[in-house]
């Protein structure tokens, strides 16, 4: 049990308080239920005492004391006078000077009417200014990034924006410049604001010298319409504010839940949004005609053809269809697909990953599973998974501040370097292949790795573990689980990308599980994603349903999901928009996405959040539990989906995890910040040793790591003009000593043959590799397929 605070006895304006021991004033005071005005203060960051707004005055031995509230801890008996003639006076005179020079253009501001300037001005300023000279001027607004443009008029020097990014994101691209009278707040020369979390200054900022290009001068902050919601674009789980206009979203904000994300986002959070509005939405079914192009359809005419080539395929047997998605919508349409594909189709080939995660059965019953909080308490954290920074970029923020502000001891292995590298005490490289016997060498602590042994002997520990690259053996992160399962006070954290992957694993997306992370019957497994691509190809699965997956994109072996559905008799894809893979599909059925519809998800812990409905969406799209349903009602039975909510109830009461987890629950009180779904009783995590597969002699010999970065060019992110510009060109990332043995150039262009074909790239040079190691991002416009060994020659 955490132990109890010590509490003290302060007086706040002549009323009794107590308070936690250590308590800054500014938060002691609050506590009391008096807000004391403030600009540089934030909770989440280090106290500065910068713009002295947040003055009081403290009693003491030679009387009163007028001092900053952010920056005093309590003291037992401490008496605070926040209303007195001289706290007003100063406040006043504080006020006064920040507005010397600041433009009075509230009225095209784009904090205007949400700006705690305006506000305090009001309510504490003195009234009237004597400031009658010119103003100062500066050139605005300044392009500091392609997402943030500068106000430096408007700027009132509180460093909340240098400060997020030196202590909270480790991108210090942003400081003060100058002396005096003209100190400055700027980036480098030649050095944009390009960090991950730019848009995090943007909210903190308590003026409008910081603002966002894709919300700048597109609405008044009375005229937003906002629903609390989770961010659609990881498993993190970030709480957001979802506002919109004219049904238009025009921007998400962070929101501060504890658990997860603290109020912070990225930039792919933060401004991902812009999809739902593109024009290339799908708004209408489409039916591939008898040329063979993909035609507009009624809704009527498209579902009668779907029940009608699904029934007949049905027919030949269990085996014969197969579905493929939910990892993106929610739990309620991750549960209508599972209960679709298996009790109207009579199915079992189904899966919500596409072959580059990590077992459902592993995300389901896991052992010792951990929270994101655990690592408030963690003396040790090891990190063996992509690097959190381009996938989970939050969860990377949360590591982050383990490491550099409570002291926890952090552990890195991945074959090049991450953004976790510069606070790590331990960073371990190996080429992709060669995991398993450093995981032996890590068990022993033999040689080098000793010192790292020992770290990860004082518990607690949190262990963060997934795929370093996502054409690792699975099988690696499942015995890496095993190892720190019995580390002392572990907790566990496996790690995958896709949004809703773990709530579409509870919901039994995964031929070997039921809902509510119940392991299916033995005898009634089903084919997985790798299985259901090789029997299109072998024309032993005829039939394919997809929900919101695209695997000619996003499969590792694309080439092959390519043939797999050119193979396929009937497919019929639903979805947001017509990707790569609806293009080959018979039918295309336009689905709400995010902000259109209500039900839930669930996080990489397990936690259960709600997601809420602010759009209408298209006019042609519906509900995926609606088509599901009429889908199933032209063939006979029914799913039971005639609401969202309704599938909720049923989740609720037979999904074992689930067990009272309501919408009710998720919407009031502390259930707001997200419910922890417990795991079975008895669950076990799987101990499957991945096969010796050395990696092949450094010399001629190379092989592949492939991993994923935050931009890159995915369907939703393409779809968003802000996030597309900023998609990365693809590159052959090879280490210095292999272009000196292969004779390339910095900046030539090479061929890389791999499992999958060949591509033609750039080289860049990467010393952070494993010589012998070439590093291809993923989904950047190159594929050659995710087999371990390739060749590489020069081509200019």
Sequence with gaps: MAEQPTLVTITVDGKPAQVPAGTLL??????????????????????????????????????????????????????????????????????????????LDCPVCDRGGECPLQDQTMACGPGESRMVEEKRHYPKPIPISDLVLLDRERCILCARCTRFSDEISGDPLIEFKGRGNAVEVNTFPDEPFASYFSGNTVQICPVGALTATPYRFRARPWDLEAVESTCPHCSVGCRISVQSSRNQVLRFMGVDNGPTNQGWLCDKGRFGFEYLGSPQRLAAPLIRNADGVLQEAAWSDALDLVAERLGALAAGGPDVV?????????????????????????????????????????????????????????????????????????????????????????????????????????????????????????????????????????????????????????????????????????????????????????????????????????????????????????????????????????????ARAAAALEAASFTVAIGLFLDESAAMADVV?????????????????????????????????????????????????????????????????????????????????????GIVAPGPAGSQPLVHAPEDHAPPPVGRNLVLHLARVLYDQGTLTQAGPSLAKLARPAAAHVHPEDATRFGIPAGATVRVTGSGGSVELPTVFDPSLVAGTVYLPLHCGASIGAGLEITMEAVS
């Design 26 to 103: 500014i938060e002691a005071v609050k506590a009391a239920g008096v807000h004391i005005p403030h600009f540089c203060y934030h909770p989440r960051m280090k106290p500065v005492g910068m713009c002295r707004m947040c003055l009081i005055e403290v009693e003491g031995p030679r009387g009163m004391l007028l001092t900053t509230s952010c920056t005093t801890p309590v003291a037992d008996g401490m008496a605070v006078h926040t209303e007195s003639d001289t706290v007003k006076k100063a406040q006043e005179g504080v006020l006064e000077f920040l507005l010397l020079n600041h433009p």
């Design 589 to 673: 059925l336009p689905a709400l996405g995010f902000a259109e519809v209500e039900g839930t998800v669930t996080n990489l812990e397990g936690r259960v959040q709600k997601v809420n409905r602010l759009l209408p969406g298209p006019a042609g799209a519906r509900p995926t539990h609606e088509i599901l349903e009429d889908i199933a009602r032209r063939m006979g039975g029914s799913i039971g989906a005639a609401s969202a909510e309704a599938l909720a109830a049923e989740m609720a009461a037979t999904a074992p995890a689930y067990a009272g987890i309501t919408w009710e629950a998720l919407s009031w009180g502390e259930g707001r910040r």
């Design 322 to 558: 197969a579905g493929l998605g939910g990892a993106r919508g929610t739990n309620e349409e991750a549960f209508a697909f599972g209960k679709f594909l298996r009790e109207t189709l009579g199915t079992n080939n189904l899966d919500a990953q596409l072959g580059d995660g990590l077992d459902a059965r592993l995300l389901a019953g896991i052992t010792a599973r951990g929270t994101i909080d655990d690592l408030e308490r963690a003396r040790t954290v090891l990190v063996w998974a992509p690097d959190l920074k381009e996938e989970l970029p939050v969860l990377y923020l949360r590591v982050r501040r383990a490491a550099t502000e409570l002291g926890a001891r952090l552990i890195v292995v991945h074959p090049r370097e991450t953004g976790l590298d510069p606070v790590a005490a331990h960073t371990i490289r190996y080429r992709p292949g060669a995991g398993t016997e450093l995981l032996r060498r890590l068990a022993d602590g033999s040689g080098d790795l000793a010192e790292a042994r020992r770290a990860l002997g004082e518990g607690p520990v949190v262990a963060i573990v997934g795929r370093p690259g996502a054409g690792d053996d699975p099988r690696l992160a499942e015995a890496v689980l095993a190892f720190a399962a019995g580390l002392p006070g572990a907790t566990l954290l496996p790690v995958t990308r896709r949004s809703n992957v773990y709530g579409a694993a509870d919901m039994g997306l995964d031929p070997g599980l039921l809902p509510g992370r119940v392991a299916a019957p033995a005898g009634t497994g089903g084919r997985d994603a790798a299985g259901i691509i090789e029997g299109l190809i072998a024309g032993e699965v005829a039939g394919l349903v997809l929900l919101g997956a695209d695997p000619v994109a996003d499969y590792l072996e694309p």
